[in-house]
């Protein structure tokens, strides 16, 4: 095991769980922080009185099903909720102990990325009802959030397949959600920009405005970064995307150029070789097609994790004692 991994189990996950979220490339310990923060909201005044009032030593089972369809993603992290709601719970034979085995546990009936339809049942959870009515919401407002997030990038790539373009994300995310969100992106068939400020370098419009100029700017920071790091340039003008070529950047990002002009600077940049293109600003899914058709090879899409709307999933119950 990582020393993350040690870290995650020894948080309230079972180990199956972690395996799972690495296999899926996310961070067991950020998957935890997430949980908690989101279960902390839930508990913080205090421990759910209207369950403890009318379900307390009942058992249940239930499964999360889609009200609609769309592309799913975030199990293992509903799977975490529940491995950790126990924690919330105080008391002999509450939802937890020896007696009574975990406060609830669940199981993915599909995989992240599944396509599913109204009515498909996702995951299948089971235990003390009062642990399980205390995770259901926390639980379902990751799966629906993430699903959505798929759901809306697989449209896009859907939108865009044949081209030889890619679907990318943003840095444009909810605070504390950018590893979930963009997982939520690659389930739904995209693939990520970077994940932070130091993984690559963005030379945007205010950086070139302070250095002085594109060239200025590609310079400076080449100077500055390790070697090997991606240096991407935003360009708004095919002047501009000249500029940057002969600086030596080869990652350009195109922003707000109608297609006209997106052309014009494709047959600029493909003189260059090894040259990226980024196509960025003004895209809706109508028009997705008609962009990635000038051969750039990405399109940024920032409303994929700051935009899209929540796929509707929710908890039924299959039977309670």
Known sequence: MTAGTD???????RAETVRELEAAGLDAPDVVRAVRSALDEDFRYGPDVTSAATVAGRTVAADVVAREAGVVAGLQVALAVLDLI???????????????GPGATGSALVTDGTRVRAGDAVLRVSGHAVAVLGAERTMLNFLTHLSGIAAATRE??????????VIRDTRKTLPGLRALEKYAVRCGGGENHRM???DAALVKDNHVAA????????RAVRAHA?????????C????????????GARFILLDNMPVPVLLEAVAVAREYDGVRLEASGGLRLGNAREVAA???????????????????????YQGAQ
């Open 7 to 13: 870290i995650a189990t020894s948080a309230g996950l």
């Open 86 to 100: 126990e924690d919330y719970f105080d008391g002999p034979g509450d939802v937890r102990g020896a007696e009574n």
């Open 156 to 165: 896009w790539a859907d939108a865009v397949a044949g081209t030889g373009a």
């Open 196 to 198: 932070g400020l130091g």
């Open 211 to 218: 250095a002085g100029g594109v060239t200025a700017a590609v």
């Open 226 to 234: 390790a070697q090997g790091l991606v240096i991407e340039v935003e």
């Open 236 to 247: 708004d003008s095919v002047d501009q995307v000249r500029e940057a070529l002969a600086a």
């Open 294 to 316: 000038t051969g750039v090879d990405y399109l940024a899409v920032g409303g994929l994790t700051h935009s899209s709307s929540a796929l509707d999933l929710g908890l039924d």
